[in-house]
C-alpha cells in the first residue's frame, strides 16, 4: 500500500512474530538429502516454509556446492544460515547482487540479521512472483512442501476435502516459474503419509475427492520428493505417471494404489 492511500496511522511497539524451531523428523532429513543432491551450483533459491526447506537450506551450508543467489517470496532462517556459510553470491540477471523477498518469517536472530541489511531487499509481491520476473532467472530452483498428490500429478498444498490449511502464497507462482526459467526446476516435497483423525492415510491418492482444490495443475509439476525416493514427472506421460508417483509412496498403501490402475 502506498503512503498516499493512508489516511491515519497508529504506531505500536510488539515483538515479531516468530516460528517455533522445528526440529526435522527422519522422513524431513531423508526428504532434504534427496532435494540436496539434485541442486545445482549457481542455481536461483526459493524456500517455502517448514523444517524440509529450512533443512535443505542447512545440508546445503555443509556441501561443497554454491554459488547460489536467493529470490524467493518468504526469507527464513535457511536463508540466514546460507548466507552466514558463504554459499550465497546473488550473480542475477535481475537484482545482481542482492537477495530478494517480498516478506520474511523466522527466528528473532533471522530478524535482527535483516535489520538493516544491505544484502537483502524486501521488493512488493508483484516484483518478486510474477512469471515474467522468474522466466528471467537461469536455473531458478524452487522448493516447496505438498499436502497431497494425485496420481495424475495434480497437487493439492492448500486445502484438502474442502478444508483451507493454508494460503496458495507463491507455490503456483514459482513452480510455474521455474519451468518457464532457463534450466529452472522445482521440487515439491512432501511426506507419504499423514494422521487425518487419528488414522494414517496416504498422501499419493489415486484420484482427489470432492472439494479439494488443485493448487498445482499438473503440467507444471516436476520433481517430486517423499522418504521413498525422487521422481521427475515432467517428461512422463500420462500412462507412465502413476506407477512413478506409487514407488514414492508409503509401501502399506501400494498395493492398494495399484489396484486402482490395473
Sequence with gaps: MHLSAVDAWVEQETELVTLPDEQPSQDDLAIARQVCERIEPDSILQFGIGAIPDEIARILTERPVGGFGIHTEMISDG??????????TNRKPLHDGFTIATFALGSQKLYRWLDG????????????NESWVLRQLPRLTSINGALSIDLAGQVAADSVGGRQYSGT??????????????????????????????????????????????????????????????????????????????????????????????
Design 117 to 128: 541489511n544491505p544484502s537483502v531487499r524486501i521488493l512488493p509481491v508483484t516484483d518478486v
Design 79 to 88: 536463508v540466514m544460515h546460507l548466507h552466514e556459510a558463504g554459499k550465497v
Design 169 to 262: 502464497g507463491g507455490h503456483e507462482s514459482f513452480v510455474s516459474g521455474a519451468a518457464a526459467a532457463p534450466e529452472g526446476r522445482s521440487f515439491l516435497c512432501l511426506k507419504s503419509t499423514a494422521q487425518v483423525g487419528g488414522k494414517r492415510v496416504s498422501t499419493i491418492v489415486p484420484a482427489f475427492g470432492e472439494g479439494t482444490r488443485v493448487t498445482t495443475p499438473r503440467h507444471h509439476v516436476r520433481y517430486v520428493v517423499t522418504e521413498h525416493g525422487a521422481v521427475d514427472l515432467s517428461m512422463l506421460s500420462d500412462a507412465e505417471r502413476p506407477r512413478a508417483l506409487i514407488a514414492l509412496a508409503h509401501p502399506d498403501f501400494r498395493d492398494a494404489l495399484r489396484a486402482t490402475i490395473a
